[in-house]
C-alpha cells in the first residue's frame, strides 16, 4: 500500500493534465455547438457536445498515458517493486484517473447544459449524451481503457516507440476511417472506401450483440494475456 501512495504521488501530474486536456475539449465543444447554433443550425435545439467531448479526452488520455507506461516501469524498479506489484498498483492508478475523468467529464457536462438553458431559453435540448452512457456502458469504458493502458505500457517495454506507434496510430485513425467508409457507402458512392463499408456492414449484421460482446471479451483478455506475457520478460534491473 505504501508504494501504491507513493506511486499515486510520483504520477499525480497525469490526471491533472488529463483534467486540463478534457477541460480544453470542453471549451471547444461548447465553442463549436454556439457556432453551429448561430450560423447552421434550422431548429431551436442543442446538444451537450461538450461534455461528450470531454468524455472523448478521458479515453485518449489513458491511450496516451500507456504511451508513458515504460518510464512508470522503470520509476518503480528504482523504487525497489517487483514486476507482480507494479502489474496490480499501476491498473489500479489507471482505473482511478479513469473514474476521476469520466466524473469531471459529467459534471462539466452538467455545467454545459446549465449553461445553455440560460442563453437558448425555450429551446429544446436534443439528446443528453450521458443518458445513453449507463454506469454499465461506463464501467465498461473504464475496464477497456485500463487494459489498452495496461497493454500499450507492455508495447512499449517491449517492442519500443515503434510497436507502440505501429498500433496506437492505426487505433486512432480507425474510427474516422471507418465512420467515411460507411457514410460513403450510404450515399451511393461505389468507390473503395463504400466497399469497404459495405464490408464492415455485413461483419456487424453477421454477429449477434452477444458474439459481439463474445469477440470483444476474448480479444481483451488476450491483451491481457499478451500484455501480462511482456512485462513477466521485462527486465527489472536497472
Not at 501512495?5 to 504520477?11: A, D, G, L, P, Q
Not at 497525469?14 to 483534467?19: S, V
Not at 449507463?134 to 473504464?142: D, E, G, N, Y
Request: aromatic share 14%.
Amino acid at each position: 500500500m505504501n508504494f501504491f501512495i507513493k506511486h499515486i504521488k510520483v504520477n499525480r501530474d497525469g490526471i491533472l493534465t488529463m483534467l486540463v486536456f478534457q477541460t480544453g475539449l470542453f471549451i471547444l465543444g461548447v465553442i463549436m455547438v454556439a457556432c453551429i447554433n448561430a450560423f447552421l443550425n434550422d431548429t431551436q435545439d442543442y446538444a451537450n457536445i461538450g461534455g461528450l467531448m470531454a468524455v472523448f479526452a478521458t479515453v485518449f488520455g489513458g491511450m496516451v498515458r500507456g504511451g508513458g507506461g515504460l518510464n512508470r516501469y522503470r520509476l518503480a524498479v528504482s523504487m525497489g517493486r517487483t514486476r507482480r506489484s507494479y502489474m496490480f498498483f499501476d491498473p489500479l492508478l489507471t482505473i482511478m484517473n479513469s473514474v476521476i475523468g469520466v466524473c469531471f467529464a459529467w459534471l462539466l457536462s452538467r455545467l454545459e447544459l446549465w449553461f445553455y438553458s440560460m442563453i437558448y431559453p425555450g429551446w429544446t435540448l436534443e439528446i443528453d449524451f450521458f443518458t445513453k452512457l449507463t454506469p454499465r456502458w461506463l464501467a465498461l469504458l473504464i475496464l477497456a481503457m485500463c487494459l489498452l493502458d495496461f497493454f500499450f505500457g507492455a508495447l512499449m517495454l517491449r517492442f519500443g516507440t515503434k510497436g507502440f506507434a505501429a498500433v496506437w496510430f492505426p487505433l486512432c485513425i480507425l474510427p474516422a476511417v471507418t465512420g467515411g467508409c460507411i457514410s460513403a457507402l450510404k450515399e451511393g458512392s461505389t468507390n473503395l472506401m463504400a466497399q469497404i463499408g459495405k464490408g464492415i456492414l455485413f461483419l456487424i449484421q453477421v454477429l449477434s450483440p452477444t458474439m459481439w460482446a463474445a469477440v470483444c471479451i476474448t480479444l481483451l483478455l488476450a491483451l491481457l494475456a499478451l500484455s501480462v506475457l511482456c512485462y513477466r520478460k521485462a527486465e527489472v534491473r536497472m
